[in-house]
Every structure is written in structure tokens, then in C-alpha cells.
């Protein structure tokens, strides 16, 4: 669980792009990952793409009887943690608190949802949406919401660009 170093905020942004599109798409199929977390993501520098893997807790259309069947504690969202039925905003809050740990490296700022200050206001603001306590605060991912349109505006924003040209990522 413990990091050398922190990522680039430019490797974070398109990692979180990429996680992104996994999990509009899983989404749209009704399944939720329940268990969004670093290790289940894994990252292929040289392709520059980022896999999201480890379904065994994930669920299929979840109801209101539905509980989850376990959750990794820094990363789980509040409505999980206080066993109520997830939605797809479960996953996004954890793939803000995922993105926390990228960027510091560690666990420690984590209980209080830290960004690090050397974090562009724009990827900030991004990740503090996707960490709202309410889940309904969330961005809504099939309602209002474009997400993988908001991750462009906000990579442009913060890095005057949507994509990195492949530069090198130290993992």
C-alpha cells in the first residue's frame, strides 16, 4: 500500500480518464466495482492506458436489500461504509480518493480527503466533486453530467492540453 512517490498530476489526469471509461461503461451494463482502490487499477505505461481489474465484489444492478460484500476502508465511499446500496456515484467518489492517494503517494491525507497544494486549482476542483460526503452531489454520471467532457475541460485547464503526447510515466 505504500508509495515511493507521489504521480505527476498529468499521469493522474489521464489515468483517470482512462479509469473513466471503464467505469462508464461497466456502468452502463448496471455493474458497480464496489471496490475502485490503486491496486485495482493497473497501468500500462507503455500503451498508455490504465485497466481496471479485481471484480469480485462488484454488483450487478444493485437494490435497496443489496449489501455490499466488503470495501477497502480509505477508499470506500460513506453511503457504502454506512451499508447502503451503491450507485454508480459509489465508484466515483472512491476513484477521487484513488486519485488523492496518486497524488501523494500515501495514505495519510486521505481520512481528510487532502489534495496536495502543488495540484492544479482545476484537477482539484474535479476531484473535490467526485469526494462529496452526499452522493447526490456527485457528479451524476448518465443524468447532467459529462464526465469524460468535464476531464477534458479540466486536463486542458490545468495542463493546456487533453493529452500528454505519451510522456514518460515512473511507476
Known amino acids: 500500500q505504500k508509495r515511493k512517490r507521489p504521480l505527476d498530476p498529468e499521469d493522474v489526469a489521464w489515468i483517470t480518464q482512462r ?6 461503461y461497466i ?6 466495482h464496489g471496490d475502485l482502490k490503486p ?6 505505461p507503455n500503451s498508455h492506458n490504465a485497466v481496471l481489474v479485481d ?6 444492478k444493485p437494490r435497496a436489500a443489496d449489501k455490499a460484500k466488503g470495501f477497502t476502508d480509505y477508499y470506500a465511499p460513506p453511503e457504502q461504509m454506512a ?3 451503491l450507485i454508480p ?3 466515483l467518489y472512491s476513484l477521487g480518493m484513488t486519485m488523492i492517494y496518486a497524488l501523494t503517494g500515501s495514505t495519510k491525507r486521505l481520512p481528510g480527503k487532502e ?10 476542483d474535479f476531484i473535490r466533486n467526485l469526494i462529496h460526503q452526499e452522493p447526490l452531489d456527485r457528479p451524476r454520471v448518465w443524468q447532467k453530467d459529462n464526465l469524460l467532457e468535464t476531464v477534458e475541460e479540466m486536463r486542458t485547464a490545468a495542463f493546456g ?3 500528454s503526447k505519451f510522456k514518460s510515466l515512473d511507476v
Open 19 to 24: 479509469v473513466l471509461h471503464s467505469l462508464m
Open 27 to 32: 456502468h452502463s451494463q448496471g455493474v458497480i
Open 39 to 44: 491496486q485495482n487499477i493497473i497501468i500500462q
Open 55 to 60: 471484480f469480485g465484489l462488484s454488483m450487478i
Open 83 to 85: 451499508g447502503q446500496v
Open 89 to 91: 456515484e459509489s465508484d
Open 115 to 124: 489534495v496536495p497544494l502543488s495540484v492544479p486549482g482545476p484537477m482539484c
Open 161 to 163: 492540453r487533453t493529452h
